[in-house]
């Protein structure tokens, strides 16, 4: 059997993932499902970066061990793709003990096989912690061109790969295989990178505990990209290949996988993937990944989709609100895949809204292809008790619809080869359109010969035309519920299970494309029950409800902070207010020129310490503030908290430069509920004191260097 493997990102565990993380499995998952249709082995790798500054300072803020902090964020991640229904085969995460092993293994193999290519020398430049990357060699101030965060100087002994020394070879690996980055548009900024001139880079660092130890210098530990991207050999059981080389790793184990046939991952970490990784595998004299493919980013109102932004969307509420609208009939993990493979052109950036999901999922999902579905099932049940009608002779009608040359060789010619060379090509948006093309034709179909007419007919003809129509549709439903299962796993199995071809043909995921032939649905066969397998939804009930779901994940800090009390100067950042805002309310903002924030507190309302307690505030550092048009007092703050960067609304215009607040450690209440301020998300609360009648706020800074994270009790 041919095999196939290849990868996901290793993503990182420090946040929550959202859709934007999703989107890169889903499109993976589809590819594997597909994959598995055209009879391959497949092994789909997915899996977690759990080493580095980020993670150890994420760890420290939850006041967690980075070991116990990644393992809890581990299995969120697993519960996640479980909830997308995702069949990865493999789960790699570095903090595995025979990770340590890989990585330590692919460097003593680059140092004998291309003696000097890794050597140590002093290191100073800006990094950026956040992306884990670097920003440039030079000391002076830069910010991350991806994230936007001030880079950090670092400076310190470390060792070297010498990177430089591979600029030729990759540029003639890229020449002779100009698959290796896709789309082609892609491969043509890689190149251009590298013909600029390549620097060797640090794969150490002395600073941090967290990450794999280097061999015989316990001082660093492996720079996070070579430790991560060794990530996707580890997972396929590289660190067993050395102790039982031979038939079992080339029958089960490490070659039978490797090389990859290709690594999924989003444009922003291309230069990792088809630069750092082909050279660091190029020095150990290991075989190259067939191909790196990227895909471009989820955009929400025109912006990337991110937590720090405070805009991104969340799989999560979407998969709640199937559940309870359709009663569980629809996996909202399936709308959601459908919708971003369907909507984006792969490998630009696309942008996605509830609204946009709700309005594919009613047109698409449920009038074109669900009317389909039930009108064929009802009609077979009702004209045909139930059974698959047998047509006599080969009528010339199923030449006109689906799959129309499908009887010949439906690999080979026909619409089955078209959707199997778009997702060969990775356009799935394509291979969509095209059976969407399909659903629209047989829709058109029914309308045109009025099978309920036929029905009523007497005519031995009329009984025949009606068996044909039903069989044609039938059985074009059979072919686009396989073509469909790679997007719509869980719908294309109730249309199976429907159409009665588990029990006569076995389940749907063990179809094979190249054997789909015309006929293949055996009448006397027994239709299922009519249960639409999409019913349609209320748009505005329905966001509605998104809304209130996607609140609803945030309750149990909604609970804290609508129990946290505001005292006085303790409250800051404001909504604009035309008359005095009450203090720290439910929200994330209160006036600072309210009278209250300046109001003692009178000692019959004395709080406990377990009320104190409630309040989460944390040491964060400004790294960026601009002003929010159409509001004079108000700045939109982004704070890193170590764990995350939150956006907040801040009152303090009036009293602050955007430019004197940028590096400030301050001090923010960070469990209170998300609130928007002229349309802006305000994620936290600054606190200042609140002074004079007019209270002008001060922000509350440290004298003392603090980390950022660091809990205030
Ligand atoms: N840990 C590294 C990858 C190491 S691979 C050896 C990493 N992790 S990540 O969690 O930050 O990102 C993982 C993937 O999610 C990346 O491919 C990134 O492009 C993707 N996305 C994150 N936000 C995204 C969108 N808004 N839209 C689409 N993909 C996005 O990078």
């Known amino acids: 059997m041919n095999k196939f493997y290849f990868t996901t990102p290793l993503y990182y565990p420090n946040a929550r993932l959202h859709a934007g993380h999703a989107y890169t499995t889903l499109v993976c998952d589809a590819y594997a499902r597909y994959k598995r249709l055209c009879g391959y082995d497949v092994a789909f790798l997915t899996g977690t970066d759990e080493h580095g500054e980020k993670l150890e300072r994420a760890a420290v803020a939850a006041g967690m061990t980075p070991p116990a902090f990644v393992a809890g964020k581990r299995a969120e991640i697993q519960k996640l793709w479980k909830l997308l229904d995702i069949s990865y085969t493999h789960f790699v995460y570095t903090d595995r003990p025979d990770h340590t092993v890989s990585v330590q293994r692919l460097l003593k193999l680059a140092q004998q096989n291309e003696p000097g290519v890794v050597y140590k020398a002093q290191y100073q430049g800006r990094y950026c912690i956040y992306d884990e990357r670097y920003i440039s060699d030079g000391v002076e101030p830069v910010n991350c061109d991806i994230c936007g965060r001030p880079a950090e100087l670092i400076s310190e002994h470390n060792y070297f790969f010498k990177l430089s020394a591979f600029q030729d070879r990759l540029l003639k690996l890229y020449e002779e295989n100009p698959q290796f980055v896709q789309p082609d548009f892609r491969l043509n900024e890689v190149r251009s990178f590298v013909k600029s001139g390549l620097h060797d880079i640090s794969i150490s660092r002395k600073r941090i ?114 559940d309870s609208e359709t009663h569980g009939v629809v996996a909202g993990s399936d709308v959601l895949r459908y919708y971003v493979l369907r909507d984006i052109p792969f490998g630009h950036d696309g942008m996605i809204s509830y609204e946009g999901l709700i309005q594919r999922y009613n047109s698409d999902l449920a009038n074109d292809l669900g009317n389909l579905v039930n009108r064929t099932v009802t009609m077979i049940n009702r004209y045909c008790d139930g059974s698959v009608p047998q047509v006599l002779g080969t009528p010339d009608d199923f030449d006109r619809f689906l799959l129309r040359r499908a009887q010949e060789n439906a690999s080979t010619t026909g619409e089955i080869k078209f959707f199997r060379d778009f997702f060969e090509e990775y356009n799935f948006s394509r291979s969509l359109d095209m059976l969407w093309q399909q659903i629209s034709l047989l829709n058109q179909y029914l309308v045109s010969r009025q099978p309920w007419v036929l029905a009523e007919a007497t005519t031995a003809d009329a009984k025949e035309q009606l068996r044909v129509v039903l069989y044609t549709v039938a059985e074009s439903l059979r072919f686009l519920a396989v073509l469909l299962y790679p997007i ?118 004395k709080i406990s310490i377990d009320d104190f307690a409630k309040v989460e505030m944390r040491v964060g550092e400004i790294v960026s503030a601009e002003p929010i048009a159409g509001a004079k007092k108000l700045l ?78």
């Open 488 to 605: 719509l796993p869980h719908a294309a199995t109730l249309l199976w299970r429907q159409l009665g071809c588990e029990d006569s043909l076995g389940k749907i995921e063990n179809q094979r494309l190249d054997q789909l032939q015309w006929g293949g649905l055996k009448p006397g066969t027994k239709v299922g029950k009519l249960e639409p397998i999409f019913p349609r939804l209320d748009k505005n009930v329905a966001l509605e409800k998104l809304l209130k779901l996607e609140a609803a994940e945030q309750e149990p800090v909604a609970a804290a902070s609508e129990s946290a009390p505001a005292k006085e100067g303790k409250v800051e950042s404001q909504p604009e207010p035309k008359a005095p805002a009450p203090v720290a309310a439910s929200g994330s903002v209160a006036s600072t020129a309210a009278p209250q924030a300046t109001a003692p507190t009178p000692t019959d309302q």
């Open 209 to 322: 505990k967290w990450g794999v130890p280097w061999p015989d210098d316990p001082e660093q530990v492996f720079y996070v990209w070579y430790d991560a991207l060794t990530g996707y050999l580890t997972g396929i059981d590289y660190a067993a290949d050395g102790e039982d080389a031979g038939k079992r790793a080339r029958q089960e184990g490490f070659w039978k996988w490797w090389p990859a046939d290709f690594h999924m991952v989003g444009k922003d970490i291309i230069r990792f993937h088809a630069v750092y990784w082909p050279a660091f595998l190029m020095a150990a004299g290991l075989p190259l990944p067939k191909s790196v493919v990227a895909h471009g980013w989820l955009l929400v109102e025109g912006d990337k989709m991110s937590k720090s932004k405070g805009n991104a969307v969340y799989p999560e509420p979407l998969a709640a609100l199937f």
């Open 636 to 713: 939109k703050l982004m704070v890193d908290i170590g764990s995350e960067v939150r956006q907040v609304c801040a009152g303090i215009a009036e009293h602050y430069q955007p430019e004197q607040l940028v590096g400030m450690k301050v001090v923010l209440v960070a469990n209170l509920q998300p609130r928007k301020l002229r349309g802006v998300e305000s994620n936290g609360m600054i606190v200042a004191a609140s002074v004079g009648d007019e209270g002008k706020p001060v922000l509350v800074t440290f004298k003392e260097d603090v980390p950022k994270g660091a809990r205030l009790k």
